[in-house]
């Protein structure tokens, strides 16, 4: 069963999903489609709040950057990376391995 579809995803704006007991943050950028854990790890802030440049979510609460490629903290304050989550993409539909 697919999470989401993949026309439901609008480019650089990230949405919230809640699966398996986490909360995870969704990014459609182009075709891709990245999974990160939604609460930074500086603060707890959601993730999904926040503005994506290039492959980089900004938390909206202090301004750290996470890559969504690894979540890797990029910017400080944070400096812990985050959970990434394999996504797969079939066709229209969308789905976040946790």
Known sequence: MSDLQLDQLVDG?????EKGGKTIC???????????????????AS???GDV????????????????RTGEAVTLPANIPLETYQVTVDANSVTVEI
Request: aromatic letters at 10%.
């Open 26 to 44: 969704v990014t459609r950028i182009g075709d891709e489609v990245f999974a990160i854990d939604d609460t930074c790890s500086h603060s707890e």
């Open 13 to 17: 704006k990230p949405v919230k999903l």
């Open 53 to 68: 440049t290039d492959y980089k979510i900004e938390c909206w609460l202090h301004g750290a950057e996470f890559d969504l």
């Open 47 to 49: 993730l999904s709040e």
